[in-house]
């Protein structure tokens, strides 16, 4: 080899590793500005829930998952220690304090996240000594197969969380089940996921120029937002399968250790699903549902499971099978947390 092909060689290696190390300081740069935004917008919206008619409440409607969910987090770090707090996302974010008829109430659901994250916001309160008195967690219908990871602003109390939720993971089912590789995935996916979301101009901007009334549409100061946008869904497709027992059996633990250390008490029930009486239960929701309860029966966590748990009456004409309208959800939630847990 010439001296000129040694050059060249060297001129293509360094090439190489300069972009490598431009695309690695992009990636990282734009993560913390996303960080820094996201932090901006969070103080931005952090006592968006203690004014009634606040415009930044139909803001907040607009803003990321991230950002709905640290308003929500520090809005109840702030207050004295609350009665009741649910736990969800968009099936469960219509619940009120008027309609359940209860003081000391706030809706935490975040639209768009999972049951993992209702845990990790759990785990935040109860870190401040600030989880509710009564907790109820509405886990999306087994039919969806909807299963995610954490959004919590904070990247290091992801890795975090996720670092302690794979050692209990482990110590329930071994390092080498495929439950550990399925959950690192999710993981590495979920904070691209985070990342490419800062790289939304949209979701940057909109959350602080768009202007509306807080008492119209948007959120409430008791965490809840009315249902709009609701899509007419006449046939229900089966979903890819996603949900993985092993995963929730470690957030069902974490919930256990919540209960044992704050003495509070836990409802985790299904969110209803119209369908018409004559649907046949596939074998692997059945199947999902069979093995959640026996998680619920060992943690001694109250649940409630299927169409038979927590009937609803939906309306004639309601159009969206997955989301439950708000006066009956408030209804059934009202009569069975009045009863006790």
């Not at 909109?206 to 946008?229: A, E």
Request: with cysteine; aromatic share 10%; glycine share 8%.
């Amino acid at each position: 080899m010439g001296l000129s092909d040694r050059k060249h060689n060297k001129w293509e290696f360094s090439k190489i590793a300069a972009s490598r190390i431009f695309v690695t300081v992009f990636i990282l740069g734009v993560f913390v500005a996303g960080l820094v935004w996201d932090n901006v917008l969070s103080s931005r919206f952090g006592e968006v829930f203690e004014t009634r008619g606040n415009p930044d409440l139909a803001r907040l409607e607009h803003a990321s998952a991230t950002s709905v969910m640290r308003s929500k987090l520090d809005h109840a770090i702030r207050q004295p220690r609350l009665d009741i707090g649910l736990f969800g996302n968009s099936r469960a974010i219509q619940v009120r304090s008027e309609g359940l008829g209860l003081s000391g109430f706030f809706n935490f659901s975040v639209p768009g996240t999972s049951f993992l994250n209702s845990v990790q916001m759990l785990s935040v309160l109860e870190e401040h000594n600030r989880t509710p008195e009564t907790v109820v967690i509405s886990i999306d219908h087994f039919f969806h197969e909807f299963d995610g990871m954490s959004v919590h602003p904070s990247a290091f109390t992801r890795l975090e969380y996720f670092v302690d939720s794979t050692s209990s993971l482990i110590g329930l089912v071994g390092i080498d089940n495929r439950s550990v590789v399925r959950f690192a995935w999710r993981f590495v996916w979920n904070e691209w996921q985070q990342l490419s979301g800062f790289l939304n101009g949209a979701r940057v901007l909109t959350p602080l120029f768009t202007k509306g009334d807080g008492d119209q549409g948007g959120y409430q100061i008791d965490g809840s937002r009315p249902l709009h946008n609701l899509a007419e869904t006449t046939i229900l497709t089966k979903q890819t399968p996603a949900i993985d027992l092993n995963i929730l059996a470690a957030s069902m633990r974490r919930l256990a250790a919540i209960m044992e250390i704050s003495g509070v008490e836990i409802l985790v029930y299904e969110s209803p699903l119209l369908v018409p009486d004559n649907r046949v239960i596939g074998q692997r929701e059945a199947s999902l549902r069979s093995g959640f309860q026996v998680l619920c029966d060992q943690y001694k966590i109250d649940c409630i499971l299927g169409a038979s748990g927590l009937p609803l009456t939906w309306p004639d004409g309601w159009l969206d099978p997955t989301h439950a309208p708000s006066r009956a959800l408030e209804e059934a939630l009202a009569t069975r947390v009045s009863a006790g847990l």
